[in-house]
């Protein structure tokens, strides 16, 4: 189906503004509306969509992801002002994700609906052995290594939202900084909805 949120947002493509453009991404009725754009890992969380200085940065999914590939990682700042991944703080209440429990990412081709399934805090420092480094898994190929991420996030997460995953399911993962520890991220794990199944 073509993704009717470009269309309402930008009517022209997006790549013609900028090549680094991969996708939209929406969590639905929230502040969470933008294009998603994709470089090197440093360059967008200095440099907005249209590629000027800009302390805000832009969403953007990690360097290390395939854009064909089954799982995401997309990065944003936390602006206390709510601007970028703000928003993603009011999820670590339950009663926020039960009004908000989707992820949508569109291209004109494609248009794909994720169910959240997990929501937790983690460090990127790495001295810090005892959280899970979720930015470890990218694209995961083996079946074992799949079910070791599941579990680890379903044991972090603040809330059990009843999704299950399994092996070839596709799956996004938001992220951006938490003040509450050193070096601190909230995370934001969805797995591709099952039509008819949830």
Known sequence: AVATS?????????????????F?????????DFPVVQRDNAYYLTHDFY????????????????VDGTAFLIHGHHMKSGLMFGGL???????????????????????????????????VNDDDKDSFKYYNYIDIEDEERFYDYVESIRRES???????????????????????????????????????TE
């Not at 269309?7 to 503004?17: C, M, S, T």
């Not at 940065?57 to 395939?66: P, Y």
């Not at 569109?106 to 248009?111: A, C, D, F, K, V």
């Not at 399994?166 to 969805?190: F, K, M, P, Q």
């Open 51 to 66: 590629g000027g200085k800009n302390s805000h940065g832009a969403i953007f999914l990690d360097e290390a992801c395939d």
């Open 6 to 22: 470009w269309k309402q947002h930008y009517p022209e493509d997006l790549r013609a503004q900028n090549e680094d453009y991969v």
């Open 158 to 196: 603040f809330y059990d939202t009843g999704i299950e995953a399994a092996y070839g399911d596709r799956l996004i993962t938001l992220s951006t900084c938490d003040y509450t520890r050193a070096e601190g991220r909230l995370v934001i794990v969805g797995r591709e909805h099952r039509d008819g």
């Open 89 to 123: 703080k009011y999820y670590k209440e339950y009663d926020y994700f039960l009004s908000h429990p989707q992820i949508k990412l569109s291209t004109l081709r494609i248009e794909r609906t994720y169910d959240i399934m997990a929501v937790f805090v983690s460090s």
């Open 24 to 32: 939209w991404l929406t969590l639905p009725d929230t502040s969470i």
